[in-house]
């Protein structure tokens, strides 16, 4: 969607041409996360405790408290893991619930369900996007408990790991994946969701998108990671005068409430 900007507002900065373009397939790894219900909450060798992460694992999603999002200053604190959830884990009160999730009828392991691999353990570099309701996307470069604690995402998420990490700085990568699902995904979901109201259903009946047909979409990027780092760069000073203008805004609303329900100071 083109979005027409006043004359007067167009001093939005210029992306340099991309030079390269590849199926998101080739550039990532694509698959859907776990069933919980399947798996014991360990690893088969060492006997770790294993995560699941889900929505309800995030602090930025939607139907939560988000006042510590708003009054962020950075980009590296947005989609955090929720402090709540997190202290669970460091506690080890989730090991235990998880510990009685495993257990069968006759309060023994239960051997119907599997072990879970560590190669399906969540690295930063990996990305993850929702696939029931409206697409939603979660970058973990910034989560520093994925190196402390054996995470593997749920089936809400699809998870992208990239294929060639060396070919890109990751920042810009993971950028460029959240406007393609900003955009291509929720503008697809949106439709789906349309016609799908319109036949009397609800949008909660369908995933928001295919991985088959995820895998076969098309990515430009550019390849010169200096280049990739000044894009990066680029969008982390617009999203800093973005965020700036939005507290002054809100201030400025704050003012209009104060000033019609308080008498002024010097009367």
Not at 29 to 37: A, F, Q, S
Not at 87 to 107: C, F, M, T, V
Not at 143 to 171: A, C, D, Q, W
Not at 222 to 238: D, M, P
Request: contains cysteine; neutral net charge; aromatic residues 12%.
């Amino acid at each position: 969607m083109l979005l027409l900007i006043p004359k007067h507002m167009q001093e939005c900065p210029p992306i340099p041409a991309t030079d390269k373009s590849d199926l998101l397939g080739n550039l990532f790894d694509i698959r859907l996360g776990l069933i919980e219900d399947r798996y014991l909450h360990l690893t088969n060798e060492s006997k770790e405790n294993v995560y699941f992460i889900t929505a309800k694992s995030f602090t930025d999603v939607p139907n939560k408290k988000r006042d510590d999002v708003f009054l962020s200053n950075s980009l590296d604190q947005l989609k955090r893991l929720d402090p709540e959830w997190t202290k669970l884990i460091s506690n080890n009160e989730l090991a235990k619930k998880n510990q009685e999730k495993d257990l069968d009828e006759k309060g023994n392991i239960d051997e119907k369900k599997s072990h879970i691999k560590e190669s399906r353990f969540l690295k930063n570099h990996d990305y993850l996007i929702s696939i029931r309701g409206e697409p939603n996307g979660y970058s973990l470069l910034n989560i520093t408990e994925i190196k402390k604690y054996n995470f593997v995402p749920s089936h809400y998420f699809v998870r992208l790991s990239p294929r060639y990490p060396g070919n890109f700085h990751m920042e810009y990568l993971h950028l460029i994946i959240e406007q393609f699902i900003k955009h291509r995904l929720v503008e697809r979901f949106e439709e789906m969701s349309r016609k799908t109201k319109e036949k009397g259903k609800s949008y909660a009946a369908f995933n928001s998108f295919s991985i088959e047909e995820l895998k076969e979409e098309t990515l430009r990027y550019h390849s010169s990671i200096e280049q990739q780092k000044e894009v990066t760069a680029e969008y982390r000073k617009q999203f800093q005068k973005w965020h700036d203008q939005r507290l002054i805004f809100h201030q400025f609303e704050y003012n209009i409430y104060y000033a019609s329900t308080n008498k002024p100071i010097h009367e």
